[in-house]
């Protein structure tokens, strides 16, 4: 079979470079789990590192054209293919609430849907590491007080440690990106249960960085805070000056205000 053309509407640019595909690879510290799911494998450049390890690879690709390709060269994954949305299909229909890690090279007009879809699973996923455009790994990984600092940072921190581990040139795909690219790592924290109602720390962090440049006191209007509780010097702030405790402890606030989502 002939390699597979990249599609444009998919995002999809396909890695060349064998060495920077075993660096992601080894991305996976392969504690707390015996599973993995790659999403988005394409040709399986980064697949064939995976398959060497200790653990049970599945992946799941949308791309008709690519699930033909990964069947017909890589027989280890027979049964192991999910030719399937990651955004929209039940994992549990494969992993029956065990524990897995992801990773890929992922395609970078759904990466931060695939963050959001990860912390919506954030129990059963220990583990998380792949490729981003650059800008979207560093701001996962980003700490208060930045202009990248925002929505992704602050919920996928309040649940993981995040760690920016190494940036990759455009030229080791096909084809070759606009931008650069980050790989990042997220590790699941120990205790990964919020002190305040969950929903409601989403809808706090959502809200106050649809508006960044004001302060929480304008941005939050929408929540129908108190006058008391909107005295709190904590909303002279804007929300990149909060850290993740911060949100945390705002939200404690607000929950006793009595709001509830």
């Known amino acids: 079979m002939e390699k597979v053309k990249a ?62 390709y990964l069947d017909a060269h890589y027989p280890k994954l027979k049964n192991k293919i999910i030719s399937q949305d990651f955004l929209k299909y039940n994992i549990n229909e494969v992993y029956e609430n065990k524990q897995f890690a992801i990773i890929g090279n992922f395609p970078y007009n759904i990466s931060s849907q695939i963050v959001f879809r990860t912390l919506d699973l954030k129990h059963q996923i ?6 981003f455009q650059k ?3 560093e701001r996962i990984c980003e700490k208060k007080g930045s202009k990248t600092y925002g929505i992704l940072s602050v919920l996928a921190q309040a649940f993981y440690d995040t760690e920016y581990l190494f940036t990759v040139d455009e030229n080791v795909f096909i084809p070759p990106p606009k931008v650069k690219s980050g790989v990042m ?7 990964y249960s919020l002190p305040c109602k969950e929903k409601l720390f989403f809808t706090v962090v959502k809200t106050a960085f649809q508006q960044r440049r004001k302060t929480l006191r304008n941005s939050l209007k929408t929540l129908n805070l108190s006058d008391n509780l909107r005295e709190d010097t904590i909303f002279d702030k804007r ?10 402890e705002l939200t404690l606030k607000i929950e006793a205000d009595g709001v509830q989502s």
């Open 7 to 68: 599609k444009k509407h998919l995002g999809q640019h396909f890695l060349k470079d064998e060495s920077v595909a075993k660096a992601i690879a080894d991305t996976l510290t392969l504690k707390g789990y015996d599973e993995v799911l790659e999403i988005g494998p394409g040709m399986g450049v980064l697949t064939k590192y995976l398959l060497e390890k200790p653990i049970n690879t599945h992946v799941i690709e949308i791309d008709t054209e690519s699930v033909a």
């Open 126 to 131: 220990p583990e998380f590491s792949g490729m």
């Open 135 to 137: 800008e979207v790994a």
């Open 185 to 191: 790592r997220m590790t699941r924290k120990e205790d």
């Open 239 to 248: 929300p990149e000056q909060l850290s993740v405790d911060e949100f945390i």
